[in-house]
């Protein structure tokens, strides 16, 4: 029997990402080879500019890619019509952002309900479930109010209730603790890393923070469009 653990969540070889300016071609991403197992926590760290929220797009089907191969909880990235793209996104990954992108006219409650009831579960059952999640984050008494009325990091923590609530395989995590401030960015963090512990998912973080960074199993940096692993 295959030990969970080891099963490959993604799986990414010789990527090429690439702008083409008259007869120029400017690589931002450049036969990267890339792999996520189950459960792992995984860091992609550099500088602004350097490819990081590019690949991360690329494994959240949000961006397309020139040359490659990518595939994401057993489903190959090459190729996809848009209504592939947006089932692979709604059954499979979930994303955390730096900006929250909570739904400003709908409660805390109704934010993380959200995903549940685009992927056609009662309204009931996903009300239930999502409450569930808001407890689990600290954040049970704040289930009717709007991210208007939440703090910076009651507003991170609805994202991640959010990102949690659908139990999916692997999170895309851009900058998590970007808007947040010290305390409230180790709260956070803190938070991820025992959620994680408790469901398993898999887990990339991209990052410029090199104390969020440390919380991964696995850290690596973009390099000339490549990455390389960070010692």
């Known amino acids: 029997m295959t030990n969970p653990e080891n099963q490959i969540t993604v799986s ?116 239930i479930e999502a409450t569930k999640m808001l407890e689990l984050v600290g954040l049970g008494e704040r289930t009717e109010s709007f991210p208007s009325q939440l703090s910076g990091g009651e507003g991170a923590r609805v994202g991640v209730a959010r990102a949690l609530v659908g139990k999916k395989g692997l999170i895309l995590a851009d900058e998590p603790t970007g808007n947040l401030d010290r305390d409230n960015s180790r709260h956070l963090m803190d938070l991820i890393k025992d959620l994680q512990n408790e469901f398993k998912f898999s887990l990339i973080l991209v990052t410029h923070d090199l104390e969020l960074a440390s919380m991964a199993h696995k850290r690596n940096r973009i390099v000339s469009g490549k990455l390389a692993p960070v010692q």
């Open 12 to 127: 990414v070889r010789k990527l090429e990402k690439y702008y083409q300016v008259v007869d120029k071609r400017y690589h931002i991403i450049s036969e990267l080879d890339f792999e996520v197992r189950q459960g792992e926590i995984v860091s992609v760290e550099g500088a602004s500019g350097v490819g990081k929220s590019t690949l991360l797009n690329i494994l959240g089907a949000m961006d397309s890619f020139d040359a490659g191969e990518v595939e994401v909880c057993g489903v190959s990235l090459k190729n996809l019509t848009e209504k592939q793209r947006e089932n692979f996104r709604a059954e499979k990954i979930s994303f955390i952002f730096q900006q929250h992108l909570l739904l400003p006219d709908f409660t805390a409650l109704e934010n993380v309900m959200m995903p549940l009831l685009i992927s056609k579960m009662n309204p009931k059952l996903a009300k």
